[in-house]
């Protein structure tokens, strides 16, 4: 190795120390000022590793829930092969644009700080932002060559798979968020929380807020129902068990009373039970004077 790159190469190292200091200072409030931040710890670490061997980026202690990892592949490699990193899926027939050599991906998860960075107006997060970003890494050793590239896949499409989500309180649809942070809402999200995007950025899923609510409470009436009709259904069967106890008392009294006063009773199974029951009787029918006197002068 030369002196002069030498020197080169620890200029870029004492830069680039000096820019994490700077922008840790103001990266809890502008997601640009993160990007630069792990941007420059990417190219900090980048002499100590070789391509295709990714590494993870240690972020100060007030974004340590932030997840960052990089990795230096060789333009014919991104072409041929591909890669995967973190939840990002990239299918070989990639190219960069422009054109480069060598190129540094940079994959990053915000976690529970999402929200801290990101919004879509009149919807809800229901995934972390994550992004994939990709840098030119053919000549790191030249100061001021860092510049961020495109991916453009030419066959099939670049796959994220979200973190599983319990329960959706509506729609689920794929978010990107642009470079000045504005939020694009695009189709529904697939099968296993995944997205197909066509380029690099920052990605998370969100819900709308008025489905997500009107969900919510549709759910809650439905419960409330069944329950005030189980409720209901109780009450009418005890009320109807009682008048059957009390009708069934009274007859019986009744049938008792009237055994007591005289009479004779004779006994019925009903359901399993004796019980007594009054006999059926006939009046014997009585021959009138008149009409047997008319048949004998007949």
């Given at each position: 190795?030369?002196?002069?790159?030498?020197?080169?190469?620890?200029?870029?190292?004492?830069?680039?120390?000096?820019?994490?200091?700077?922008?840790?200072?103001?990266?809890?409030?502008?997601?640009?000022?993160?990007?630069?931040?792990?941007?420059?710890?990417?190219?900090?670490?980048?002499?100590?590793?070789?391509?295709?061997?990714?590494?993870h980026l240690h972020l100060p202690s007030n974004l340590?829930?932030?997840?960052?990892?990089?990795?230096?592949?060789?333009?014919?490699?991104?072409?041929?092969?591909?890669?995967?990193?973190?939840y990002f899926r990239l299918p070989p027939g990639i190219?960069?644009?422009?054109?480069?050599?060598?190129?540094?991906?940079?994959?990053?998860?915000?976690?529970?700080?999402?929200?801290?960075?990101?919004?879509?107006?009149?919807?809800?997060?229901?995934?972390?932002?994550?992004?994939?970003?990709?840098?030119?890494?053919?000549?790191?050793?030249?100061?001021?060559?860092?510049?961020?590239?495109?991916?453009?896949?030419?066959?099939?499409?670049?796959?994220?798979?979200?973190?599983?989500?319990?329960?959706?309180?509506?729609?689920?649809?794929?978010?990107?968020?642009?470079?000045?942070?504005?939020?694009?809402?695009?189709?529904?999200?697939?099968?296993?929380?995944?997205?197909?995007?066509?380029?690099?950025?920052?990605?998370?899923?969100?819900?709308?807020?008025?489905?997500?609510?009107?969900?919510g409470k549709g759910k809650g009436r439905i419960w409330?129902?069944?329950?005030?009709?189980?409720?209901?259904?109780?009450?009418?069967?005890?009320?109807?068990?009682?008048?059957?106890?009390?009708?069934?008392?009274?007859?019986?009294?009744?049938?008792?009373?009237?055994?007591?006063?005289?009479?004779?009773?004779?006994?019925?199974?009903?359901?399993?039970?004796?019980?007594?029951?009054?006999?059926?009787?006939?009046?014997?029918?009585?021959?009138?004077?008149?009409?047997?006197?008319?048949?004998?002068?007949?």
């Open positions: 190795m030369t002196s002069a790159h030498f020197l080169s190469s620890s200029s870029l190292s004492l830069l680039l120390f000096f820019t994490l200091i700077t922008t840790s200072l103001h990266a809890t409030s502008n997601f640009s000022s993160l990007d630069k931040l792990i941007q420059s710890l990417a190219f900090l670490h980048l002499p100590h590793h070789h391509s295709n061997q990714p590494y340590s829930s932030i997840t960052a990892i990089a990795l230096r592949l060789r333009g014919a490699d991104l072409w041929l092969r591909g890669t995967n990193l973190g190219v960069t644009s422009p054109h480069v050599r060598r190129t540094v991906l940079v994959f990053y998860d915000l976690g529970n700080l999402s929200s801290s960075f990101f919004s879509v107006p009149g919807h809800v997060l229901v995934a972390p932002v994550i992004a994939c970003l990709a840098y030119d890494a053919s000549n790191v050793s030249l100061l001021g060559s860092i510049r961020e590239v495109s991916l453009r896949p030419t066959r099939d499409p670049i796959a994220i798979v979200f973190p599983s989500v319990d329960e959706l309180s509506g729609p689920a649809r794929c978010v990107r968020f642009g470079s000045r942070g504005l939020a694009r809402v695009g189709g529904a999200v697939g099968e296993g929380m995944r997205c197909e995007v066509r380029g690099t950025g920052r990605f998370s899923v969100a819900v709308g807020e008025g489905e997500s609510k009107g969900k409330w129902v069944w329950v005030w009709m189980g409720i209901v259904c109780w009450l009418v069967g005890m009320v109807g068990l009682g008048v059957g106890r009390v009708r069934r008392k009274r007859r019986m009294e009744e049938m008792e009373r009237r055994g007591e006063e005289g009479e004779v009773l004779d006994s019925v199974w009903v359901g399993g039970s004796k019980l007594p029951a009054a006999p059926a009787t006939r009046t014997t029918p009585a021959i009138e004077n008149d009409s047997v006197t008319s048949a004998s002068a007949l």
